[in-house]
């Protein structure tokens, strides 16, 4: 397949991802103006508003997994000098899942756990951290690539060709 070809399904994956994203935004907007939203479920503390758009939340974290999962194979094909690059989109795709997740389900977790809010907050640092780590190491392991293609691209080789100097005796032109 051509870059262009690959480039073009990268675009349409992409756009495909906002759109399913813009409307279920669009979904838990209109869920928080729905006449029962402040209704409590569960317990007082939780209303039909926040535990259906944590459910919302949950499909927009699948969606956004799925997503990366199928741009894997395009990227690691287009980004051809970092080795494993559809790798270390997943695992962004899964740091931005964490992050987004965190927010997303604490209105509808927190109620349940008054006392131990830090259990929640330290699992969710274990696995940002986790996956910081991940991407620390593959950008690390894929640094001498990265470093080649960037000397290449900035400072193409050129064959030295010795001249002769004023003198006869051969110089060389670095």
């Known amino acids: 397949m051509s870059k262009k070809d690959l480039a073009a399904n990268l675009a349409v994956e992409t756009l495909k991802t906002a759109i399913v994203l813009a409307t ?22 939780v209303t039909a508003a926040e535990l259906l758009s944590a459910f919302v939340a949950a499909a927009a974290i699948v969606v956004f997994i799925k997503a990366g999962l199928n741009a894997r194979v ?20 899964g740091l931005a899942a964490v992050l987004f997740a965190y927010s997303a389900f604490q209105a509808v977790v927190f109620p349940f756990i008054r006392d131990f809010e830090w259990v929640y907050q330290s699992l969710f640092l274990a696995a ?9 190491l593959h950008v ?3 640094s001498e690539s990265v470093s080649r ?4 691209v900035f400072h193409p080789y050129k064959e030295a ?14």
């Open 24 to 45: 279920l935004l669009f979904i838990s907007r209109f869920i928080e103006a729905l006449p029962f939203s402040g209704m409590p479920v569960l317990n007082s503390a």
């Open 74 to 93: 395009t990227v690691d094909e287009l980004a051809y000098w970092l080795p494993g690059a559809g790798t270390l989109l997943n695992y962004l795709t």
């Open 128 to 136: 940002t951290l986790f996956l910081l780590a991940k991407i620390a």
């Open 140 to 142: 690390y392991g894929a």
């Open 149 to 152: 293609f960037l000397i290449s």
């Open 161 to 174: 060709q010795p001249q002769p100097g004023p003198a006869g005796d051969i110089k060389n032109n670095d």
